[in-house]
């Protein structure tokens, strides 16, 4: 069955250090998102992304957040300058057409982020 | 902004018995309504969709929609300690699904 993969598993960054983080999305969908969940609170929306360019952002998705798609498979999340308020689990998402209005987003395992 | 709440929980219930588990939606708009599950240190998954008022049934789930109350619920009959899980409701939006806190839901055997 197809799923979504994300690298790593696990990161621990320091405070004010970059961090990429890695999707390959399955591989017929055409809509990927992020979505970010802090220990014991709720899964939040970060962007959503579609034909190359963010369709929708929310307001935690500012300056310090970027995404990517540099080849044909991968979906990245960037922070510039990490907070320990960024510290999460990271879960991208993708979907066929307008899956957002079916509810059908197929999660990848996550990424947890740990800023010291 | 659409906002979905769901204040109930955590809920706790003996093996076999039926689970409630409600949601509230602020958007009167809102056309669609998704339940999704998310186990413990995982990733959501969807379970149950519902478009339109009434009930629609999956097996053991039970989706129940009131477009004039803004409410949406999942039963779960016959509960498992395998549906020990989070529920989470969830509308969609512009380009994305916005989901509610999440209930707990604790199945003892």
């Known amino acids: 069955e197809p799923e979504v993969t994300q690298t790593p598993s696990h990161q621990v960054t320091q405070m004010g250090q970059e961090v990429i983080l890695r999707c390959v999305p399955i591989?017929?969908?055409?809509?990927f998102y992020w979505y970010r969940q802090i220990l014991g609170q709720k899964v939040e929306f970060l962007v959503s992304?579609?034909?190359?360019?963010?369709?929708?952002k929310s307001e935690i998705f500012d300056d310090q957040f970027s995404v990517e798609r540099p080849d044909g498979s991968n979906f990245t999340l960037k922070i510039r300058s990490t907070k320990l308020e960024d510290s999460a689990m990271y879960f991208c998402a993708s979907s066929g057409l307008a899956g957002y209005n079916t509810g059908e987003l197929f999660f990848g395992e996550g990424s947890r982020l740990t800023v010291l | 902004q659409k906002e979905v709440e769901q204040n109930s929980g955590p809920l706790s219930v003996p093996e076999g018995a039926i689970a409630s588990l409600n949601c509230t939606y602020s958007d009167r708009v809102s056309q669609s309504f998704f339940w999704y599950r998310q186990y413990s240190g995982k990733s959501p998954e969807l379970i149950m969709s519902?478009?339109?008022?009434g009930d629609k049934e999956d097996g053991r789930f039970t989706a129940q929609l009131n477009k004039a109350s803004q409410y949406v619920s999942l039963l779960i009959r016959d509960s498992q300690p395998s549906d020990s899980a989070t529920y989470l409701c969830a509308v969609p939006g512009n380009y994305k699904l916005t989901f509610g806190k999440g209930t707990l839901l604790t199945v003892n055997p």
């Open positions: 591989s017929n969908h055409l809509y």
């Open positions: 519902i478009y339109s008022n």
């Open positions: 992304f579609y034909n190359n360019e963010i369709s929708e």
